[in-house]
Every structure is written in C-alpha cells, then in structure tokens.
Antibody, heavy 115, light 107 residues
Framework: QVVESGGGLVQTGGSLRLSCAAS????????MNWLRQAPGKGLEWVSH????????YYASSVKGRFLISKDNAENAVHLLIDSLRAEDTAIYYC??????????WGQGTMVTVGS | DIQMTQSPSTLAASVGDRVSITCRAS??????LAWYQQKPGKAPKLLMY???TLGSGVPSRFSGSGSGTEFTLTISSLQPDDFATYYC??????????FGQGTKLEI
C-alpha cells in the first residue's frame, strides 16, 4: 500500500512537500506517479518517476513548479509543489504504476490553496 | 495531447442490467487503455489494463475490449456495488497519461 501525507492549507504562491510512504513493495522496483483530483472534478495525472529515478515527467500544467523525487532508503516518493495557484487545489494521490496503468493508490492528501 | 472522450457522461441502469461505457481517443493508443472505478470519497480502483486485462481481484462480470481509438468497458450483470463513477485512462509516449471525463453509473 501507499500512504500520502503533507497536504494542508497554503497561501497562493506558497509551497508544500507531499510524501508517499510505500509498504509491501520497494519503490526502487516500480514506476511511481502523483495524480490529483480537484473537488467535484475528474482525475489528472501530475508527475511520473521511473523505478531508477532517472526518467521524470510532468504534466504541462505543473512543469517548472512541481518537483518529484524518490528516496529508496525511506521507500518513499515526494512531490515538492511550489508557486501554488488556486487551480492546484485538489486531492493529491500517489499511485504505483503497472503496465502504464495505476494499480495501487493511496487515500490521498488534500491541498487547498487560498489567499 | 491525446483527448479521451467517454460516453455516456451519465448512465442510469438497474441491478442485473448489462451496461457498456465507451471511451474514444483522438489518436491511436494501441491497447494502452485502462479503466478505473471510483466511489465517493475513495481513491480510484484499477479494473482493467491493456484494454482487456482484468485487474487483481476484479470480478469477471467486468470486461474490456478495443484497440486503436475505440474502447469499451462492459459490466455483464450490474451488482449494487457497481454504482460508481468510471474513468478511462490512456498512455502515450508523448504526453504520457490522460483521463476521460468520467461516466457516472447510477440507479
């Protein structure tokens, strides 16, 4: 399973560090992703990090503001989210990847951006 | 970016019905298509990947088909637990991942 943490209320322009703790598998062996869902809206993929950590991708909506990383010693994945905007308000999910789909999801952590 | 269009947006059905949800991609994605079920306040659950491969623990009443640009999720006999919102998701090597807008399956 994976468990997200680090969400909260942050001012516009602020930053947060989201964490995803994995158990039952090693993040060094899997591709990992962050996705989000704004209140009452659909799902949006945010970022991907390969099993080795060498391949990283971002959605165009967050590129340059978000930074994904992986800590194999902690067995965790992190997402540093910066220059936050109102439209970044969402539940942020961490998910393990299998065959280009997302097979293990956490319960999510809520990020609320407000002035 | 590849656009994913699900239809219908809302589907009203009854227990025991056979229902299908369609997902169309704006460009060919081969069979890189997954389906998810999401209930209110919960994380999505993977139902199907590679268009037609059943996810772990998913009941056999769920099936998937399609390739290229048109895909279908079928539930052969609706159970009370199946009323939820369903999303399709594509993968491509350019823009990576994208989701359809969702189909709400209601009684």
């Amino acid at each position: 399973q994976v468990v997200e943490s680090g969400g909260g209320l942050v001012q516009t322009g602020g930053s947060l560090r989201l964490s995803c703790a994995a158990s039952g598998f090693s993040v060094s062996s899997f591709e990992m992703n962050w996705l989000r869902q704004a209140p009452g809206k659909g799902l949006e993929w945010v970022s991907h990090i390969s099993y080795s950590g060498r391949a990283i991708y971002y959605a165009s909506s967050v590129k340059g503001r978000f930074l994904i990383s992986k800590d194999n010693a902690e067995n965790a994945v992190h997402l540093l989210i910066d220059s936050l905007r109102a439209e970044d308000t969402a539940i942020y999910y961490c998910a393990r990847e299998l065959h280009n789909a997302f097979d293990v999801w956490g319960q999510g952590t809520m990020v609320t951006v407000g002035s | 970016d590849i656009q994913m269009t699900q239809s219908p947006s809302t589907l009203a059905a009854s227990v025991g019905d056979r229902v299908s949800i369609t997902c169309r991609a704006s460009q060919s994605i081969g069979t890189w298509l997954a389906w998810y079920q999401q209930k209110p306040g919960k994380a999505p659950k993977l139902l199907m990947y590679k268009a037609s491969t059943l996810g772990s623990g998913v009941p056999s009443r769920f099936s998937g088909s399609g390739s290229g640009t048109e895909f279908t999720l079928t539930i052969s006999s609706l159970q009370p637990d199946d009323f939820a919102t369903y999303y399709c998701q594509q993968f491509n090597s350019y823009s990576r991942y994208g989701f359809g807008q969702g189909t709400k399956l209601e009684i």
